[in-house]
């Protein structure tokens, strides 16, 4: 699956970027929509937020699991991870957000992208929200990451019987993010679904409104 992605194909809620204080990337998940992962923006506190969702080109970022060998998820990784990249620029260089007033979150597939893109360019953002995700890269295999976060603080949520995210991966993430000076907190729900529940929501919000845990 040749997939490229469109910086521009976006949705945008909330305050306008223009007069926002304050600035969101969300990811959805595969299958899903920029408009799926913007209905979570009903449950988020917070005062001044511009909510900035891209779309991925057939509803997915890269075609096969987050662990599969990363040559088999090309192009369709490089371009998601572009993506990113770019709008974080815009939102820095157009709308004049400092990076510590940019937050990224994202669900499934989207919280992997997230996740990677962070750890693959570490900064001091605002917050980083990995909704049942994990870092991309086969069992073993994870790359070496360097660099300073700076204390962002890094949330990993998830079921602890995942059927698509492994537990084991949730930790290795964690260990990175904690590598990379992240303020990280990681917490496993028991035999919870791949979904998003309130205490998840309850701690992004504890970080939108206080910008710590």
Not at 10 to 36: C, F, N, Q, W, Y
Not at 91 to 116: M, V, Y
Not at 122 to 144: A, H, K, M
Not at 159 to 173: F, G, N, Q, Y
């Amino acid at each position: 699956m040749n997939l490229q992605h469109n910086p521009n194909n976006i949705v945008i809620k909330g305050t306008p970027l223009e007069t926002a204080k304050r600035a969101i990337v969300m990811l959805h998940g595969r299958g899903a929509s920029a408009r799926d992962i913007l209905s979570l923006t009903d449950y988020l506190e917070g005062a001044d937020y511009a909510y900035v969702a891209p779309q991925a080109t057939q509803s997915t970022w890269y075609p096969h699991s987050f662990m599969a060998p990363t040559e088999a998820n090309e192009p369709g990784l490089s371009s998601a991870l572009e993506v990113v990249g770019k709008i974080v620029a815009r939102l820095h260089d157009e709308f004049g957000f400092a990076h510590e007033n940019i937050f990224l979150l994202g669900f499934s597939q989207g919280a992997c992208l997230s996740l990677e893109y962070v750890a693959r360019n570490p900064l001091r953002f605002g917050g980083v929200f990995g909704l049942s995700g994990g870092l991309i890269g086969p069992e073993n295999q994870l790359p070496d990451y360097a660099g300073d976060l700076q204390q962002t603080p890094v949330f990993l949520g998830c079921s602890d019987v995942d059927p698509h995210i492994p537990k084991v991966r949730v930790l290795e993430s964690e260990q990175v993010f904690k590598g990379l000076n992240a303020n990280v907190v990681t917490k496993l729900y028991k035999n919870f679904p791949h979904s998003v529940n309130d205490d998840e929501l309850e701690i992004v919000n504890q970080v939108l409104t206080t910008t710590v845990f």
